[in-house]
């Protein structure tokens, strides 16, 4: 017998559990071979392998639901995580249309708010897109979805993730290690985000032949970009003339996401913000998308969205 947690911590257990227990008691019946103990923010599952695969993958799709509709019915309960034959993969099918990537863990990654569904529309009629908001709101998560997405479905052959390393001033030779471990201090939330939706081995192997590129701005310059899908990230901290060195890389059968919170630029007050510049430049050229998000796009800690708006955040 095995054993798995999930954890619901971004929710309110009540609205997953329901008014004492009634979602969870008809959860259980759906499952009598496994056994499900609930403590708060944890769900403990123990049965074998390949139930609890199945009871992890339909349950992650109810919450995909709750995530949608923002409530969970008991015709949701037997619909999503049933008998196949009393409709479930009809459902399953319709969220699963909504699911990114699936990534480690059997976590589902995919748009949690109105602003992120419209970034992953965009994405499909545009090949320039430039989201703007404050932090917390998974710009940067969902962008690397989409990237991943698109490597998975061999929609582009490479994925290229950069940053400005502006805190060292693009100067890091100050700092202790190898070119690597100067860099990654700065480029670690994109790799964090990888680790979210890629095996382990497989990252390394992107990381390895070069399918998957992690670097800073300034290794960018004189480069084309073919059948590649390109991240520049906090770019607010990239100078105007950075910004369009970067989205002029753009090369054949190509996507480009740019992501940056223009109320943490951390330039020289005298240097201009090329992600401003280019908000202003090229808001009305067709092919290239702006989304802008805000405090209701927030995926992190509930204190961050009250965080926001007590600092005026975007405003």
């Known amino acids: ?13 009540l609205d997953i559990y329901g008014v004492n227990d009634k979602h969870l008691e008809e959860i259980k019946s759906l499952f009598p ?14 049965g074998n392998d390949d139930e609890l695969a199945v009871f992890d993958e339909r349950f992650a799709l109810l919450l995909v639901h709750y995530d949608k509709f923002g409530k969970i019915t008991d015709r949701d309960i037997e619909q999503i995580m049933g008998d196949l034959q009393k409709g479930e993969s009809r459902v399953s099918e319709k969220l699963k249309d909504d699911i990114l990537v699936h990534g480690n863990g059997g976590k589902l990654v995919k748009a949690k708010s109105v602003n992120q569904q419209r970034l992953v ?15 917390g709101t998974g710009k940067t998560y969902t962008a690397v979805a989409l990237a ?12 290229i993730l950069t940053r400005p390393a502006v ?16 860099l990654d201090p700065y480029l670690q939330p994109l790799y964090d985000a990888l680790r979210d939706m890629l095996p382990t081995q497989r990252l390394l192997k992107y990381l390895e032949d070069g399918t998957i590129e992690i670097a800073p701005l300034a290794f960018m310059r004189g480069r084309t970009l073919d059948h590649a899908f390109a991240i ?3 770019a607010q901290n990239a100078t105007e003339m950075q910004m369009k060195m970067f989205i002029t890389r753009m090369g054949r059968s190509s996507k480009f996401i740019v992501t940056g919170d223009i109320t943490q630029i ?27 998000l805000d405090e209701k796009d927030v995926v992190r800690h509930k204190l961050v969205t009250r965080i926001i708006r007590a600092y005026g955040i975007g405003k």
Request: charged residues 30%; contains cysteine; glycine residues 8%.
């Open 1 to 13: 017998m095995s054993d798995r947690l999930i954890s619901i911590a971004s929710y309110n257990p």
């Open 33 to 46: 071979k496994i056994k499900i103990i609930a403590r708060g923010e944890m769900i403990k599952i123990m």
């Open 121 to 135: 529309d965009s994405c499909v009629k545009n090949d320039l897109l430039f989201a703007i908001g404050p932090a």
């Open 148 to 159: 991943v997405r698109a490597l998975k479905n061999k929609e582009v052959r490479r994925i």
């Open 167 to 182: 805190e060292a001033g693009e100067n890091l030779g100050f700092l202790p290690g190898d070119l690597r471990d100067k």
């Open 232 to 234: 520049l990230d906090e």
């Open 266 to 292: 951390d330039l020289p007050k005298k240097q201009a913000s090329g992600l401003k510049q280019a908000s202003e430049i090229l808001k009305d050229i067709p092919g290239i998308d702006f989304i802008y």
